[in-house]
């Protein structure tokens, strides 16, 4: 039962997105009814003003608002998010964006956490005061070089200058898996850089608290080696800290991988939801923001479980 | 000044921050021309007139720095403060009282946080027009959540100690403890978190000039000229250099900041300093506070 | 019927103007002859070109997506027109193998055999006939409808035998310069997913599409016409960012840069054995908000001719490329220092006249509004160049950016912008867009005070431009429409420049049309 909590409160903040977000979508300017149906010279102002009526009528606009979200709730629980003006189903549409994101996103975890906990670990030995004191303002530095810059940088120096990589474009993997990996490596780069650096430094934050407990001032009094006691008891005490991290971190890539997407011309979710809000695309703004959320809020329900499962303190309370 | 003395990270940063605060003071002493007046051909080179060229349209590039900082750094500042009162305020009042407040609070960081960070900026610009003001609306909301929790936590925390305890048991009510107790033991991380988050609502803020989300023409701001810059890096590589300069330098000297003052909480031992783990520690307090957004 | 301003129909100029439609000029000395260059070699087959466009594209349907330039760009190569233009403004046959018109409101297609689709199916007279109503349909708008003839004036498209064609119109009128627009789809093709599946008569076929990266196509070897086309391959990368532009360029992952701006240009220019190939004029100018607000003042309006620091903004925003003039009507664009028809000197750019004037008007310092797109376009560098030449005239401007939506929506469908916004489009003028602008005031419950006799006599010249009786009369009503928006001040300064791609220099062939557009189906690699 303890498990099951979180998923609950997970569809709640789901909701509470989804009726933000359908608030903040009807505010916006510029009538999409008016928009479809565009200047039309030829009708009088008259003849206009019902085509757009009838737009509205057709799109469910004249509704009260939150009636149209009422509707939009039920259709989308059934699976069917809209169609877009072009003809396609919203759903597809953000579902094949956000796997490239998610692709990102996951990648970009993959590569930060096994590095910034190499880091971490060899930071916090004894006689690597140095290496701990330089890798944490490195980490700093490559934290706080605008990631855009950073981006068109890698651009001009690997693509143009140097030849070695594509300025941009996306493949599929799986029809030509060399080529997608040739593309996925400079947006990678320029992600895992400021990921790594936040880790490192909560990892050696966390590791250094681990160091000073009375329980690792046991295992050293122990006879353990400093490798052991590194290892084996700080760094799993360490861990479970990391995992709240994570959550947040994963949250910043889904949203923030959006200036990358751009640079790189990576067709990930963030493109989308731009996209989206300048043609007031309403359905497809509002299934991308859901995806986004969604993905979020599941890996932190994740998180949470995890930890609830891991840490015996928790699972008593 | 003892807290300064000693603390090398707080020396260098603050000694990073100082000039362009004083830019954004008074630029029009600094400035030598308009930050908007076309005064020489565009790209004109680095000279005595014009210390660092001009730009794509023939104005200064040094006046449009100085004049940036204003801007810039009143968007950080701003939002991060606000955000910092907003959620300190609304934080230490919930995980004082707890109860349903408190959860509900939780809750709704939850939410706040789950937004996509670049959505409600795009919102808000859609809706009101590119501006500043609204640059740091979107960011305040950005962050308030991450004061929010963390002064939750703390407050949490700290309301089982003893001399809150005592507090209580003489009568005192929830408002007096709050202001007399809490608030001055969070204090010292709170700082810490303002000048981390103040760091992350630059980029932040950077990023969405980039995005074309932030001032408007021709007001500038550096993200707008990293940016501008941009379309120009093969005729003219050097142009873009300085804005960034000035982003990295701003936020180093932030981040800096932030870590001097926390070695400055722990020597001094306030009970504030003893609280777990919701304490930022360096690029760590995105915990707290939120990380990088966008 | 003769064509009457070099193929030009006056219903197409109804439809200039608006951001990157279509149109035809006259010859234009901006355009340096001979883009492509003759021929060095007869056309090889083979060989691939990544062609970069300055938007991206999350859809291509070609009903409701490639309404703008650079969509159509990709339409050119998968779906075929019924005519298409030369560099001499005649019409050269696609679709339609031939055309006549028995009347004033008949025009008769024939329409060419041995068509096949991309899947195959022959092109039938009920695919032309549903396409041209389709492109007409009221209700269900296709994304060019703006290129389509005006409700009141179509009537309709019916097939009259397997080859044939008849289209009636209610009104007298010219389509076949129209005929360049409306691109011929299967029957029916709502019921086909054009977004997944494209499916058109054109030199090139689907292959992939990465939304929001590129569009690739390849040949289609059943093509109509003859060995085109040559190119194995073809795709467009979307590049909406100049710098994007610029370094997939210089990397080598985009062979041909279309349509690229006066900033980017110098970075690119002869690099990598690239040469440059001139197509079409770009034309831009600021319309002013006449209803209300600051400038519904004719003097005010008037007196903001001479306030446009035109030299600067040459000389820093277009790179000293484009030509400025003062006429926007002129059939011809190079009316520098021609006779105003306006009457009175030729405005040029003079802070203390504007601010006397404006003096005179009582509006001192006057307060102005400055519409732009938040899309890359010159504007973006003209905006604050003008913004310092009115602080000169005593005028404080603020630059507004906008989404093309919000532009658009502004400016055309609430007509409420403030100030000036600032319009855009290929020649020739769009003066009939802003005569119609002028016009619709007469549309409003409180419109402006014109002049005793204006708006009727602006009427009478508008109406008689579009149904002219014979040339004579055509031209009159022409010239007096000017002369009233020019007294009016109507539109601002304009500026027009010369489009320009970048290509390798070892493509030839690109059709290159005076519009801007481009069809890469003789396009080969020497």
Not at chain 1, 93 to 104: D, G, N, T, W
Not at chain 3, 78 to 99: C, E, F, I, Q
Not at chain 3, 493 to 499: K, Y
């Amino acid at each position: 039962m303890r498990l099951l909590t979180p998923f609950l409160s997970l569809v709640g903040v789901l909701l509470a997105i989804a009726m933000i977000t359908f608030a903040i979508a009807t505010a916006l300017p510029g009538d999409t009814a008016e928009i479809r149906v565009g200047k039309r010279d030829d009708l009088t102002s008259g003849q206009r003003a019902e085509l757009v009526a009838a737009e509205r009528e057709r799109l469910g606009l004249d509704q009260p608002v939150p009636w149209q979200f009422v509707i939009w709730l039920e259709k989308a629980v059934q699976g069917d998010l809209g169609v877009q003006e072009g003809g396609g189903s919203v759903g597809k549409a953000v579902l094949e964006r956000i796997i490239p994101s998610l692709e990102l996103a996951f990648l970009t975890l993959a590569v930060s956490l096994p590095l910034a906990a190499l880091l971490a670990l060899r930071s916090v030995r004894r006689g690597k005061r140095v290496f701990s004191v330089v890798a944490g303002q490195l980490s700093t530095v490559g934290f706080v070089v605008p990631q855009f810059w950073l981006g068109i940088l890698f651009v001009i120096f690997f693509a143009v200058l140097l030849g070695w990589l594509p300025a941009s474009g996306y493949e599929s993997f799986r029809e030509l898996p060399v080529e997608h990996v040739r593309r996925v490596i400079m947006p990678l780069i320029t992600l895992v850089i400021p990921t790594t650096a936040v880790f490192f430094h909560f990892m050696r934050q966390s590791l250094r608290e681990a160091l000073g407990t009375q329980y690792i001032r046991t295992a050293r009094a122990k006879g353990l080696s400093e490798t052991a006691v590194l290892y084996q008891h700080a760094f799993p005490n360490a861990l479970l800290p990391s995992l709240t991290v994570l959550g947040v971190q994963f949250g910043q890539l889904l949203g923030g991988v959006v200036v990358v997407e751009r640079i790189f011309n990576w067709p990930g979710v963030g493109g989308l939801l731009i996209y989206s809000v300048e043609r007031q695309d309403f359905s497809t703004l509002i299934a991308c923001v859901m995806a986004i959320a969604a993905a979020y809020v599941l890996m932190s329900t994740l998180i949470e479980v995890a930890y609830r499962m891991v840490d015996p303190r928790i699972r008593r309370a | 000044m003892s807290w300064l003395r000693h603390n090398i990270r707080l020396q260098i940063g603050l000694l990073l921050l100082a000039p362009f605060a004083i830019a954004a003071l008074i630029p029009g002493v600094i400035a030598p021309y308009s930050p908007t007046d076309l005064v020489d051909v565009p790209f004109a080179a680095p000279s005595g007139d014009y210390w660092l060229g001009t730009d794509e349209l023939g104005r200064d590039v040094l006046s449009r720095l100085v004049y940036a900082a204003r801007t810039d750094l009143k968007i950080s500042l701003g939002a991060t403060l606000i955000a910092a009162v907003i959620g300190v305020s609304i934080g230490l009042l919930t995980g004082y009282r707890g109860g349903a407040a408190s959860a509900v609070a939780l809750r709704v960081t939850d939410v706040m946080l789950a937004f996509p960070s670049i959505l409600l900026a795009l919102f808000l610009v859609a809706v009101i027009g590119p501006s500043d003001t609204i640059v740091m609306l979107a960011l305040m909301i950005l962050y308030i959540p991450g004061f929010l929790r963390f002064a939750r936590g703390m407050a949490m925390s700290l309301r089982e100690r003893a001399f809150v305890e005592a507090s209580v048991i003489s009568g005192a009510g929830s408002r007096y403890v709050i202001w007399r107790h809490l608030l001055p033991n969070a204090i010292g991380p709170l700082l810490v978190g303002i000048s981390l988050t103040a760091a992350y609502t630059l980029l932040a803020a950077a990023t969405l000039s980039y995005l074309g989300l932030g001032t408007p023409p021709p007001a500038p701001s550096w993200g707008g000229m990293l940016q501008a810059s941009f379309n120009y890096v093969f005729q003219d590589w050097r142009y873009g250099i300085w804005p960034g300069l000035c982003i990295v330098t701003v936020a180093l000297g932030y981040m800096l900041v932030s870590e001097g003052i926390e070695v400055a909480v722990q020597r001094s031992g306030s009970a504030g300093a003893a609280v777990g783990s919701v304490e930022p520690t360096g690029l760590s307090g995105s915990t707290a506070t939120g990380g990088q957004a966008t | 019927m003769e064509e009457f301003i070099h193929g030009l129909s006056r219903l197409e100029l109804l439809k200039r103007g608006a951001l990157g439609a279509a149109a035809i000029g006259g010859a234009d000395a901006l355009l340096r002859a001979g883009g492509a260059g003759a021929a060095v070699s007869a056309p090889k087959p083979g060989g691939k070109l990544v062609v970069g466009i300055g938007q991206s594209f999350e859809d291509i349907n070609v009903l409701t997506a490639f309404g703008y330039r650079w969509g159509q760009l990709m339409a050119y190569a998968m779906y075929d027109t019924l005519v298409k233009y030369d560099k001499n403004g005649r019409a050269v046959p696609l679709l339609a193998r031939s055309w006549s018109t028995p009347n004033a409101k008949t025009t008769l297609v024939k329409i060419r055999q041995g068509v096949k689709f991309h899947n195959g199916d022959p092109l039938r007279v009920e695919d032309v006939v549903w396409s041209l109503n389709r492109i007409h349909d009221p209700v269900k708008p296709a994304s060019n409808n703006f290129l389509a003839l005006p409700k009141d004036i179509w009537g309709k498209a019916v097939k009259v035998d397997n080859q044939t064609l008849r289209i009636t119109t209610k009104k007298p009128a010219r389509m076949i310069e129209s005929f360049r627009f409306w691109f011929i789809m299967p029957e029916n093709a709502d019921d086909l997913n054009l977004g997944e599946q494209p499916i058109g008569t054109g030199p090139f076929q689907y292959k992939n599409f990465v939304k929001g990266d590129r569009l690739d196509l390849e040949r289609f070897p059943d093509y109509w016409n003859g060995s085109r086309p040559y190119l194995n391959e073809l795709t467009f990368r979307f590049l909406a960012d100049e710098a994007a532009q610029v370094a997939n360029f210089l990397s080598g992952d985009v062979d041909y840069l279309h349509d690229i701006s006066v900033a980017t240009l110098p970075q690119v220019d002869g690099k990598r054995n690239s040469k440059l190939i001139p197509s079409g004029l770009f034309f831009q100018w600021w319309q002013p908000q006449m209803y209300f607000g600051p400038l519904k003042d004719v003097r005010v309006r008037q007196a903001l001719q001479w306030a446009f620091d035109k030299p600067t903004d040459n000389r820093v925003a277009w790179g000293g490329r484009a030509v400025p003039t003062w006429n926007p009507l002129e059939r011809s664009p190079y009316s520098i220092g021609k006779a105003w028809p306006g009457g009175g000197p030729v405005p040029k750019y003079d802070p203390e006249r504007a601010k006397s004037m404006l003096a005179a008007a009582g509006a001192s310092n006057l307060k102005l509004n400055m519409m732009i797109l938040k899309d890359p376009g010159p504007w973006t560098r003209e905006a604050p160049v003008l913004q310092q030449g009115f602080k000169k005239a005593g005028i404080n401007a603020n630059i507004q950016v906008l989404p093309a939506a919000q532009w658009f929506d502004r400016l055309y469908t609430k007509r409420n912008h403030e100030g000036i916004a600032v319009n855009a489009g290929s020649l020739p003028f769009p003066w009939a867009l802003i005569a119609n602008y002028m016009m619709k005031a007469t549309l409003l419950k409180n419109p402006p005070k014109y002049p005793k006799g204006a708006i009727p006599a602006l009427e009478a010249a508008y109406n008689t431009a579009f149904s002219p009786k014979n040339e004579a009369q055509y031209s009159a009503s022409l010239k007096a429409v000017q002369r009233l928006m020019l007294s009016q001040a109507a539109a601002f300064h304009t500026m027009i420049a010369s489009n320009q791609n970048v290509a390798p220099k070892r493509l030839m062939g690109v059709d290159s049309t005076l519009i801007g557009d481009q069809r890469f189906d003789g396009a080969y690699l020497a």
